[in-house]
């Protein structure tokens, strides 16, 4: 498994905006699907996903302000954050996945590769 490194956090005000990456390209073809979590007082959630087929999902909390992408030339995993709140700081993690498995698409478990975590604080 090839390790994972987000970068890009940082501190910004309310409504500013932020994008993390995480390079992936240890994990290239079909056979994965990629997300990010956010770690918020010891809980780890998961917002947003991408499949083999670049369908995406968003958690509730962050749908139409968050956007996950990949860039195929660099391989680079992207979690552009627009309209940031003070609730959305937290520590961020990339994961990769397999492409097919029991547990669902925001469930940690489901993830075999995990970043170190990069730190967004947004300030009222």
């Known amino acids: 498994q090839v390790p994972l490194v987000e970068s890009g956090g940082g501190s910004v005000q309310s409504g500013g905006s932020l994008r993390l990456s995480c390079p992936v390209s240890g994990y290239t073809g079909t056979t994965y699907v990629m997300a990010w979590f956010r770690q918020i007082a010891g809980e780890r959630e998961g917002i947003a996903t991408l499949g083999s087929t670049r369908s995406t999902n968003y958690d509730g909390s962050v749908k139409g302000r968050f956007t996950i992408s990949l860039d195929s030339a660099t391989k680079i995993l992207y979690l552009q954050m627009n309209s940031l709140k003070p609730d959305d700081t937290a520590v961020y993690y990339c994961?990769?996945?397999?492409?097919?498995?029991?547990?669902?698409?925001?469930?940690?478990?489901?993830?075999?590769?995990w970043g170190q975590g990069t730190q967004v604080t947004v300030s009222a």
């Open positions: 994961a990769v996945g397999p492409k097919y498995s029991s547990y669902s698409i925001f469930d940690q478990r489901r993830y075999t590769s």
